[in-house]
Nanobody
């Protein structure tokens, strides 16, 4: 059914940049909000950024605001996360997720990719 596959992770030195991409299957990509999440070992999974179905609005966690940029290309069924000025604390597995519905005005993310590792060395 819905499949999400991340790419672009890797090892980078502090201060460097990486661009993550998420390729989505399906014919209705443009109908749903998309998000990027990350999870460091032993820690909770946190949202990093999200973007509305039409790309008109976006959200960024305070920890990445000004450094990361989320974008989407609905014609290609992709959503990207440009990560700049990377810090060691950005090290985590990054996951792409798709909206599955809205409950009490909050977006629910019910579809997930397998994740891609981002490691930032100091």
């Amino acid at each position: 059914q819905v499949q999400l596959v991340e790419s672009g992770g890797g090892l980078v030195q502090a201060g460097g940049s990486l661009r993550l991409s998420c390729a989505a299957s399906g014919r209705f990509f443009s109908s749903y909000a998309m998000g990027w999440f990350r999870q460091a070992p032993g820690k909770e999974r946190d949202i990093v950024a999200s973007i509305s179905y039409n790309g008109a609005t976006s959200y960024y966690a305070d920890s990445v605001k000004g450094r990361f940029i989320i974008s989407r290309d609905n014609a290609k069924n992709t959503v990207d996360l440009q990560m700049n000025s990377l810090k060691p604390e950005d090290t985590a597995v990054y996951y792409c997720a798709r909206e599955s519905g809205i409950v009490d005005g909050k977006i629910q993310y019910g579809y997930w990719g397998p994740g891609t590792q981002v490691t930032v060395s100091s």
